[in-house]
């Protein structure tokens, strides 16, 4: 079967995310992203999730609650900020991220992710990501302000050097409504000189 958005978006996850990794949900929302991230790496690993809402951290901290999630760290400030908040030893490799651009489902819509933001924020982890670490963004446009959003991180994607990043685009192109998409970015092993 050809696996949905959201399915596609955890399965890269999975494929790349080992037990005991640190990941990164960079907009942590209502917490779906955040607990498939904790599941994944354990309890010995880490998952730092963030968001500029305290409606959306509370939302995600109430979730890990009923979940009896403990191994996620909730950070209530901008992904821009993430180099912040790594510790020493999370900086030799973030295994994986995921973004949700957009609004809050449910929620205020003018408070959107916005592309400069979301740019230092995947530039950031990708400084950090372990070799074959993935950073998956869910791109969502329909509302005002998405398709700018979208346009700069097509064009920042699509820049990155193919010797360095395996760069993926996935989306259903026969749905009407601005459906979402996924843009992949896998790091490559670096190639020694010769
Ligand atoms: C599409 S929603 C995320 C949905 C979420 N993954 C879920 O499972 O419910 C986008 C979220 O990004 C947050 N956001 C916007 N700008 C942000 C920023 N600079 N840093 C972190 N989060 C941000 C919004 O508050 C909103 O909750």
Avoid: W
Avoid at 21 to 45: K, R, Y
Avoid at 72 to 77: A, C, N, P, R
Avoid at 143 to 172: C, M, P, W
Wanted: hydrophobic share 40%; proline share 2%; charged share 25%.
């Amino acid at each position: 079967m050809i696996k949905n958005i959201l399915q596609f978006s955890h399965q890269l996850l999975a494929d790349a995310v080992q037990v005991g990794e640190t990941v990164i949900d960079a907009t942590c929302g209502n917490g779906n992203d955040t607990i498939f991230l904790s599941n994944l790496v354990g309890d010995s690993g880490t998952v730092l999730a963030f968001d500029i809402q305290k409606q959306a951290i509370d939302s995600t901290k109430r979730r890990l609650i009923d979940e009896a999630r403990q191994n996620v760290k909730l950070i209530h400030d901008g992904h821009e900020r993430v180099t912040t908040y790594l510790l020493k030893e999370q900086k030799h490799g973030i295994a994986g991220a995921i973004f949700n651009l957009g609004y809050l489902p449910r929620s205020d819509k003018t408070i959107i992710t916005k592309s400069e933001s979301t740019l230092q924020a995947i530039q950031q982890i990708l400084d950090y990501l372990k070799t074959n670490g993935v950073v998956v963004i869910v791109i969502y446009y329909g509302h005002e302000g998405g398709l700018e959003e979208k346009e700069n991180v097509i064009t920042f994607v699509k820049q990155l050097d193919q010797s360095a990043y395996h760069v993926l685009r996935y989306e259903f192109i026969n749905q009407k409504n601005n459906p979402p998409f996924v843009v992949a970015i896998q790091k490559r092993k670096e190639k020694l000189n010769k």
